[in-house]
């Protein structure tokens, strides 16, 4: 049995002397914590069962498109965020940024292991992400996966498809093309632009 299960059977005197002493430890040794952790961090089988696919709430950020859209020569679909949570069987939040340290302890293991995956520091703020998290990857229900690392969405959870505006007008047809293939003929596509104030907009071109 863990640690974390047994402190939580002891009295709140109990656990008063067990803390003492754990932070008696910890004050002979300041590196400990920092080193149990960077241990944990080396087995896989502690992240593994977690799925992580990162999103923007906005397609409308100049940092973004610079850095993951190559600069306007690429493309952003937007997603319904409730039926894709369904069909990846995640939840889902906003990431929390910020440099403070977070919470940790070496005698309670079910404080925040949820939590730490949405957070980041605030140099990456720019992104506005929001996280969708399955918990369970590669666990066997009922003799089957209940959920796999690779996932598949079907087309209807394609809320609109955004091009940015640099996009060759080769690679643009083909887009374009593969859309009216596959997806509904009423989705919205968008083209980004910059309007006469410099600001970063969306217009449709369908």
Not at 14 to 23: H, L, R, T
Not at 31 to 37: C, E, L, R
Not at 44 to 66: I, K, Q
Not at 103 to 114: A, G, I, P, Q, T
Request: aromatic letters at 12%; a neutral charge.
């Amino acid at each position: 049995r863990q640690a974390a299960e047994l402190f939580h059977e002891l009295s709140p005197k109990e656990q008063f002397i067990k803390a003492s002493e754990q932070w008696e430890k910890t004050k002979q040794n300041p590196n400990m914590a920092a080193n149990i952790y960077s241990e944990r961090l080396k087995i896989r089988e502690n992240f593994d069962p977690y799925g992580v696919f990162s999103t923007s709430v906005t397609a409308l950020s100049e940092e973004m498109w610079g850095k993951y859209g190559d600069e306007y020569n690429g493309y952003c679909i937007g997603f319904k965020t409730v039926e894709i949570c369904k069909q990846l069987k995640s939840g889902f939040g906003l990431v929390d940024y910020s440099d403070a340290p977070f919470k940790y302890s070496l005698l309670d293991d079910r404080d925040d292991k949820l939590e730490r995956l949405f957070l980041k520091k605030t140099s990456w703020s720019y992104e506005k992400e929001f996280r969708f998290i399955t918990v369970g990857i590669g666990k066997i229900v009922d003799g089957k996966v209940y959920a796999g690392r690779h996932k598949k969405f079907t087309v209807d959870v394609v809320a609109e498809v955004v091009l940015g505006h640099d996009l060759s007008q080769e690679n643009e047809l083909e887009v374009l093309k593969i859309i009216s293939e596959k997806y509904p003929e009423n989705l919205p596509i968008y083209k980004t632009k910059i309007d006469q104030h410099g600001k970063l907009i969306k217009e449709l071109v369908n």
